[in-house]
């Protein structure tokens, strides 16, 4: 049973440049969730997908923007790069018709912004 | 929105010692969440408990709902349960996103 997997693990970006960021869900889950974790904090909720669409968004700029395919993966896309943004961004999936919304997380990547 | 507290924010143990971690939630939630962040950065799900009491382990973990707190305990510590422990909530009136709060650090010394 694979679990949620993310791509690339690491990523070192100059400010001004573009990110794409990819998660593939945990075998058998439809929605995916993405959280952004600064340094000695807890993840911040940024958007999550289903169906294709965005379901729910969080306080985050229309920088981030995101994508989901028909195999339920996910992309998640930052513009316009800021020193800020750097953080470990972390993909959660979890299945709608589950009653419990139970989420599952991926390893996460870590973007460096410079 | 819902504010999610956690105490201690920071716990150093000696290996075999037992610990309590609290969350506190300023609202009804439908679903609570523990977790562990081990070193690398992976969030490792612990329990799903929006309420009552569950065990895994040396692991067990308590929700009051009514009165808007968990507990994690750990016992009999060891050195590989050093990390960050999370708790999250979800209330689903207000869409399906986590709310993390702030983890508790824990080392645990051999």
């Known amino acids: 049973d694979a679990g949620v997997t993310q791509s690339p693990t690491h990523l070192i970006k100059t400010r001004g440049q573009q990110v794409t960021l990819r998660c593939s869900p945990k075998?058998?889950?439809?929605?995916v969730s993405w959280y952004q974790q600064a340094l000695g904090q807890g993840p911040q909720f940024i958007f999550q997908y289903y169906e294709e669409e965005e379901r729910q968004r969080g306080n985050f700029p229309d920088r981030f923007s995101g994508h989901q395919f028909p195999n339920y993966s996910s992309e998640l896309n930052v513009n316009a790069l800021l020193l800020g943004d750097s953080a470990l961004y972390l993909c959660a999936s979890s299945l709608v018709r589950e009653n419990t919304d139970t989420q599952y997380f991926g390893p996460g990547t870590r973007l460096t912004v410079l | 929105g819902i504010q999610v507290e956690q105490s201690p924010p920071d716990l150093i143990l000696q290996e075999g010692a037992n610990s309590t971690l609290r969350c506190n939630f300023s609202d009804s939630v439908n679903n609570l969440q523990w977790f562990h962040q081990n070193p690398w950065g992976q969030l490792i799900n612990l329990f799903y408990?929006?309420?009552g009491t569950k065990q895994n382990g040396r692991l067990s973990a308590t929700t009051v709902a009514t009165e808007r707190y968990s507990l994690l305990y750990i016992s009999s510590s060891q050195t590989t349960d050093s990390g960050v422990y999370f708790c999250?909530?979800?209330?689903?009136?207000?869409?399906?996103?986590?709310?993390f709060g702030g983890g508790t650090r824990v080392l645990v010394k051999p």
């Open positions: 075998s058998g889950h439809d929605t």
């Open positions: 999250a909530v979800l209330i689903k009136a207000a869409g399906n996103k986590l709310t």
């Open positions: 408990i929006p309420s």
